[in-house]
Antibody, heavy 115, light 110 residues
Framework: EVQLVQSGAEVKKPGESLTISCKGS????????INWVRQMPGKGLEWMGR????????NYIPSFQGHVTISVDTSISTAYLQWTSLKASDTAMYYC????????WGQGTTVTVSS | QSVLTQPPSASGTPGQRVSISCSGS????????VDWYQHLPGTAPKILIH???QRPSGVPDRFSGSKSGTSASLAISGLQSEDEADYYC???????????FGGGTKLTVL
């Protein structure tokens, strides 16, 4: 069974750094792009970017470029979404998504940024 | 602001057929395939339709998708109370080099 298991909810202060994770299983981790999607409170879905685990090639849409970093550790089949300086506007639910023939979403990670 | 335009809301009574539209441009829907997602509160989104009109295994045939030019549509027939959810279209955008989601449509079953 293809599964993506994300790390737990986080509560942080503005300016802090954060890394959330997404562990894949049941499919070829290296050969399938992993995408990250944001949903801010009361808002719609936004695609942030993706990574190709085989060579760590990434692409982001402009609104996220430079503010987040997507990375992977293929040795443990895990993808990461990282912030170096959080803002209150980063408060959202974050999902990882993979499509190895059948599309699978992680359960989501809630990030709350508040002073 | 999304460049895939969906109506913010739709409604119908049990058993009815409802349709949700998604309007884009040549750089997204006009040149790429469209997916549709169902998002129930407290759960992860679920893909209903991929590649314009293909249903993944397990999705009831009450759900159907179509595309024409730079627009796409999701139809739900035999509406059921459990269909009450948010629905999103999505398509790759060649200019953005990224995936675009529509703004979402909240479906209410009256």
């Amino acid at each position: 069974e293809v599964q993506l298991v994300q790390s737990g909810a986080e509560v942080k202060k503005p300016g802090e750094s954060l890394t959330i994770s997404c562990k894949g299983s049941g499919y070829s981790f290296t050969n399938n792009w992993i995408n990250w999607v944001r949903q801010m409170p009361g808002k719609g879905l936004e695609w942030m970017g993706r990574i190709k685990p085989s060579d760590s090639y990434t692409n982001y849409i402009p609104s996220f470029q430079g503010h987040v970093t997507i990375s992977v550790d293929t040795s443990i089949s895990t993808a990461y979404l990282q912030w170096t300086s959080l803002k209150a506007s980063d408060t959202a639910m974050y999902y990882c998504v993979v499509n190895p023939g059948i599309q699978v979403w992680g359960q989501g990670t809630t990030v709350t940024v508040s002073s | 602001q999304s460049v895939l335009t969906q109506p913010p809301s739709a409604s119908g009574t049990p058993g009815q057929r409802v349709s949700i539209s998604c309007s884009g441009s040549n750089s997204n829907i006009g040149n790429n395939k469209v997916d549709w997602y169902q998002h129930l509160p407290g759960t992860a989104p679920k893909i209903l339709i991929h590649s314009n009109d293909q249903r993944p295994s397990g999705v009831p045939d009450r759900f159907s998708g179509s595309k024409s030019g730079t627009s796409a549509s999701l139809a739900i027939s035999g509406l059921q109370s459990e269909d009450e959810a948010d629905y999103y279209c999505a398509a790759w955008d060649d200019s953005l080099n990224g995936l675009l989601f529509g703004g979402g449509t909240k479906l209410t079953v009256l």
